[in-house]
């Protein structure tokens, strides 16, 4: 990924290069970076000549997401992206510290569509399970009084009647 | 003794070690801002928002934020218990938005006071997506039920971009406007032909417009003059007879047509924009087939030979069949389209079938794409009809025929999906020869020898092998693939460049990759 680009050449292709907080360096084309609202405004008031540093955001989570932001840049037909978002999230999903890092990391770059498709997933995650099952799943220590507990049990007993 | 290998791996042992307790002792979900818990919680039901926020004080206070409040698959709609649960719901809101409200609440059981205070609350919370069905428990006529009436306060509603009623009655004001409605999807909503203009007039943002069995027993006219209205989709179910449907709208780009519809007449006016149909009619075991009906619906899609791209159920292509054995329409008008440059057929590929998806060759002059998805072979009246009619096997169009004149020679691309029919095959399929199994689809061999043999054009044609394959083990699904390559491979090209792909057998329904067609 490191290698020396022109200037010609980056305007021809207007390729711009991204810089993690780990130092990797992505060159990925202008309309892919643009997909970032974040990204977007810093090329637009610093111009896309020197490497923009992403410092919050490590390699790993940058590449998946310039991942994203490069197939969702091409204009695909539907049925074609919903199959890959779909790939995409079983992929994350499966490592949940990494998926957590990555929602923040879209959510920080202003990258709404991601951010809507981590927050399903998460929602799918949380879907008819008992608080128990969450708090095992997500490692939720339950710091409620009894009485909290219970007072919300009775506000909203339909709620947890068996599913 | 320097090991420098050995140094390294151990660091990345301890640096997986460290990830893999890290995964499984910390809670990091719930360091999240809320910003973003509020947007996982928005596409929960309340009942899972409640069981969330019941995991710890992290998570305690959330739900009174959550943007959007859906009730629509709670057990208990049909009680008062629920009333309260909605309530209860709306009442700890404060100031902020409630981007989208959900319900589903029985007719029956549920006041109309109640509704009138839900919608009038959340309209004055700046709703912007808002689902609202009272169909009850039990079956309807919509003659008799008393309809839910919408309280005024809705069409107050200036952030309104999409809404969905289902068994209510509008009664418009005077003087009202949805600024922001973008769609708009209405079902079991009865409303006289004044009412529907006035409120499609009112709506100067609205694009998508459903309209789900409205009217049914009147006549239905749909006035859509609005620049943006550009999607309009009428399903209708059940017998309309004697009534009539008109569609005028200037800016429309896509019509979809499902149900059963019979009603006696259609009227299309001013759809100059129009680029894609889809006539996805379907008929039940019990719909008896009148050669009356498809000559009515040859008639019908008359009106639409100049869009760009049509699209057809198996009903339509068994009704083009009878009308073009029976040979209806032809003396009485000639459906000539040369507009047409996209097909998508639904075929059983029943011998009889054919008449009908060459008819469609035949008439489109200018198809430059030809999709045939094959569905499952059901049973119909169809056969019977041609015999009471006096048509027999000998009469039914065969690919050997030299009656192709004007077979049009634009086509380029042929896409059939799921070629060898049936979903899943029976256990016992798994001892029967390949070769029965491909000879059992005769038809579909000899309807692509035929393509092959007459397009001179063509340059791609794609194929697609059924689900069905996945019922048989490996060792059966690749003989049987190896054998279905080798027949298709070895007939014989009109064209010199055509290429015959095999690919890859769908699990996901249907999909058709468009830039992959266009490649």
Redesign the interface.
């Known amino acids: 990924m490191a290698t020396i680009i022109t200037k010609e050449q980056q305007e021809k292709e207007k390729m711009v290069t991204l810089v993690s907080s780990d130092s990797e360096k992505f060159v990925v084309e202008q309309k892919v970076a643009e997909k970032s609202h974040v990204i977007k405004m810093v090329m637009n008031c610093c111009g896309i000549e020197s490497p923009i540093p992403v410092r919050r955001v490590k390699g790993d989570i940058l590449k998946s997401i310039l991942e994203y932001c490069e197939k969702h840049s091409k204009g695909?037909?539907q049925?074609?992206m919903e199959?890959w978002d779909k790939e995409y999230m079983d992929k994350a999903e499966k490592?949940?510290?990494f998926f957590?890092d990555l929602?923040?990391a879209s959510?920080f770059l202003h990258i709404q569509e991601l951010?809507?498709l981590i927050?399903?997933t998460?929602?799918g995650m949380?879907?008819?399970?008992?608080?128990e099952e969450?708090?095992q799943k997500?490692?939720?220590?339950?710091?409620?009084t009894k009485e909290?507990?219970e007072h919300?049990?009775t506000?909203?007993g339909?709620?947890?009647?068996p599913i | 003794m320097e090991r420098p290998w050995k140094i390294q791996n151990l660091s990345l042992d301890l640096d997986e070690f460290e990830?893999y307790t890290?995964?499984?002792?910390?809670?990091?979900?719930?360091k999240?801002?809320d910003?973003?818990l509020l947007?996982?919680?928005?596409?929960?039901?309340?009942?899972?928002v409640?069981?969330?926020?019941?995991?710890?004080?992290?998570?305690?206070h959330l739900w009174k934020s959550v943007p959007s409040i859906d009730f629509t698959e709670?057990?208990?709609r049909t009680t008062g218990?629920?009333i309260r649960?909605v309530n209860?719901a709306l009442s700890n809101r404060g100031g902020l938005q409630i981007r989208e409200f959900r319900v589903c609440v029985d007719s029956d059981l549920c006041q109309i006071n109640n509704v009138d205070y839900w919608i009038t609350f959340v309209v004055s919370h700046n709703v912007e997506v808002l689902y609202l069905d009272c169909t009850p428990d039990r079956p309807v006529s919509v003659n008799k039920d008393k309809l839910c009436l919408i309280p005024q306060s809705l069409y107050r509603c200036q952030y309104l971009h999409t809404l969905t009623l289902k068994f209510c009655q509008m009664d418009l004001p005077s003087i009202f406007c949805l600024a922001s409605l973008r769609k708009l999807h209405l079902e079991l909503v009865e409303f006289t032909n004044e009412d529907l203009e006035v409120l499609l007039s009112n709506c100067p943002s609205l694009k998508y417009l459903t309209l789900k069995n409205c009217s049914k027993y009147t006549h239905l006219r749909v006035f859509a003059k609005n620049s943006h209205n550009e999607n309009l989709n009428i399903h209708e179910d059940g017998l309309n007879s004697e009534t009539d449907l008109l569609v005028s709208a200037p800016n429309l780009l896509t019509l979809n047509f499902s149900g059963q519809s019979k009603r006696e007449r259609f009227f299309g006016e001013n759809l100059k924009s129009l680029v894609s149909v889809n006539f996805n009619f379907s008929s039940t075991y019990r719909h008896i087939w009148d050669p009356e009906d498809c000559f009515l619906f040859g008639q019908f899609i008359d009106h639409f030979c100049y869009v760009k791209s049509l699209k057809l159920s198996n009903w339509c292509i068994l009704n083009l069949s009878i009308r073009a054995i029976l040979n209806l329409g032809t003396s009485v008008s000639n459906m000539v389209s040369n507009t047409v440059n996209e097909a998508t057929l639904a075929t059983r590929f029943n011998k009889c079938e054919l008449a009908g998806l060459v008819y469609v060759l035949k008439n489109f002059i200018n198809l430059g794409v030809l999709i045939l998805n094959v569905v499952e072979d059901v049973e119909t009246k169809f056969e019977d009809i041609l015999k009471d009619e006096g048509f027999y096997e000998t009469t039914y169009w065969k690919p050997d025929e030299l009656s192709v004149v004007g077979l049009q020679q634009h086509l380029r691309t042929v896409a059939i999906h799921g070629i060898l029919g049936s979903k899943s095959f029976s256990s016992t399929a798994e001892l029967v020869p390949t070769e029965d199994i491909l000879d059992r689809r005769r038809t579909e061999f000899e309807f692509v020898r035929f393509l092959l043999k007459n397009l001179k054009e063509l340059e791609t044609m794609f194929i697609t092998p059924t689900e069905g394959l996945n019922t048989f083990s490996d060792s059966k699904k690749l003989d049987i693939l190896f054998q279905l390559s080798s027949r298709l491979l070895s007939l014989p090209r009109s064209s010199p460049n055509v290429q015959v792909i095999i690919r890859p057998i769908q699990h996901?329904g249907i999909?058709?990759?468009?830039?992959q067609l266009r490649l």
Do not use: Y
Not at chain 1, 126 to 131: D, F, G, N, R
Not at chain 1, 138 to 144: E, G, R, S
Not at chain 2, 22 to 30: F, L, N, Q, V
């Open positions: 695909e037909a049925e074609v199959k490592d949940l510290v957590h929602m923040l959510h951010v809507d927050a399903v998460f929602a949380l879907k008819m399970k008992s608080p969450i708090r997500f490692n939720i220590n339950n710091d409620l909290q507990e919300i049990m506000t909203f339909w709620a947890f009647q | 990830r890290d995964k499984i002792k910390i809670d990091r979900i719930s999240l801002p910003a973003l947007q996982i919680l928005s596409f929960l039901q309340v009942q899972d409640m069981r969330v926020c019941c995991v710890s004080t992290r998570w305690k709670a057990k208990i218990e629920f649960a209860k996901t999909g058709i990759n468009r830039t």
